[in-house]
């Protein structure tokens, strides 16, 4: 039997009993890899779904506790003092329900009294600073075209729903969820004290506001293309924009009341929020902001707010039967709060020096052989092929924590109210970020903390980057053979690698500048490539009715792919240097590597989060993931026998 029970147990390489060997490798290599594994596996009441990516957070979470509990035992280090302050805070729930909303009292007095419609634009701000996102987003990023710059993107935003599809479609289940939501809208302002009727009517009428927003917003397939996303704007332009919202008082409430440049990810939301400032009434507005306060601040104040939360965003939206234990909530605030103060003792714990060399030895691997690739490339020019081998040579790459670490010595937290250290750490967050816009890029920044797992390819510093989190079993394994490492994270290297050349990261050149450098022909014998991976992967129907949206998840899609094929290469070069391994387990290199990928992409979902993923997510689901780019391989059929998931030669997308 499979122990899902002690959610931190760590897999071998390959788990022999995670196959279900009835089934035919050649015909659903997901099934015979995992078969098994998904028969046994229940996904957990407090998770929206199961694999390999949770094991490994799980046991990052282990690691993490005993990092918090010694920390809040009285930690002698700045980084200790820190967070455990706010994680002491966070679990004093006796003190929590004792101070109930008085630590969001003024947010909320001010969302409540605004009394003319020329004070909402600072409102905004002001609000924005407190981690309450109306209205619209920003964040302080390159400029797309000039990557040493930073500038403020302002982008649409202020939606309580994930998507806009969530408003805007009308089928049985989206509509079932859009009564849902109204319902917590109403339970929210009921426990804000109002009566039933009142209640009632704010929740429609912020609905109705927020279905506006999601009308103007953007689809997420069009944001792919970095042109649409990337207008630079002046200050005067922001004005022509979004005629009548006062910038200045914004920009003087966020604390960048001087900034002349931005971009402007989508000019038609900003006109339309400005239509809003001018044209909804003071009570719709009133309603919405309060609605915007709570939802950002529930989960920090007494159990009825948090549970009402809860029963919205985790029971409805993703189909969780009971919330994660308080310390784990707690415990992601921490990590999204003071990501790099938590990552200092988490990579001190969890980091050997060891692993760090031996997966830096794979990127170095990998990358040799991407050139390689690219020069044999059949379809592209040797000018493109230039310019594209310089720009993997000025890859960057970052392995499991920041050279640097980020000051936090402007911040400090006590054992007093849990929310009020939330607002004091969101607004020096906030203020650091506008901070960035006094200063060139610094690159050695970096997007995630070091427990998360997950890696990323940033095109706007043409790096790779990979945090320490990931750097765990299933996905590395510090003495398993090279087969199961080069078919788990040396796929992963590839993919990131892979996405400085998908759709979108190959239009960054090498210093991360959003500019062309590719001749006319090559771009378009490219796309005819990556049209058939969107034909492909539309063709998935992962829940009845409800397929891949191939252009959605084309990025990521391609990534697998060459990720897969590079990573293969790399081990025959391996296999070539360091000769043919004995069988183990019955299974020979070549299938241990393909059995090591098909593993560390094990996962199943509850069907209410699959739709949302399936909705908002680039990624296809792990069973695609796998079967995705198999289905192109030849190499894979030659390792396991021929069977049905084969596709038809001029259907596969060679790309990398
Ligand atoms: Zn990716």
Redesign the pocket.
Known sequence: MIETGTRTATPGPIERKFLDETTKPGDDFFQYANGAWLAATTIPDDEPGWGGFFEVRDRNFAVLHDVLEDAAKGGKSASEKLVGNLYASGLDEAAIEKAGIAGVREILRRAESVSKREDLPALLGWLQRRGVRAGLALRVMPDAFQSTKNLIHLMQGGLGLPDRDYYLKDDPKSTELQEKYRAHLAAMFRLLGDDETASVASAKSVYDFEHALAEASMPRVEQRDPYKVNNPTTREQLDTLAPGFDWTAFLGEIGAPDAKDFNVRQPKYLGALADAVRDRSLDEWRAYLRARVINAYAQYLPKRFEDERFAFYGRALVGQATQKPRWKRVLETVDNELGEPLGQLYVARAFPPEAKKRILDLVADLRAVLRDRIDKLEWMGEETKKAARTKLDAFAVKMGYPDTWRDFSGLSLDRGAYVDNVIKATIFNFDYDIGKLAKPVDRGEWLMSPPTVN???YPPRNEIVFPAGILQPPFFFADADAAVNYGAIGMVIG??MT?GFDDQGSQFDEIGNLRNWWQESDRIAYTSRTDLVVQQFDGYEPLPGMHINGKLCL??NI??LGGLKIAYSAFERYLAREGEPPKIDGFTARQRFFLGFAQSWRSKFREEAQRMRLTID??SPGMYRVLGPLANLPEFFAAFGAGTMERPKEQRPAIW
């Open positions: 890696a990323y390819y993919h990131e996405h990025g990521e990534a697998d680039p990624h």
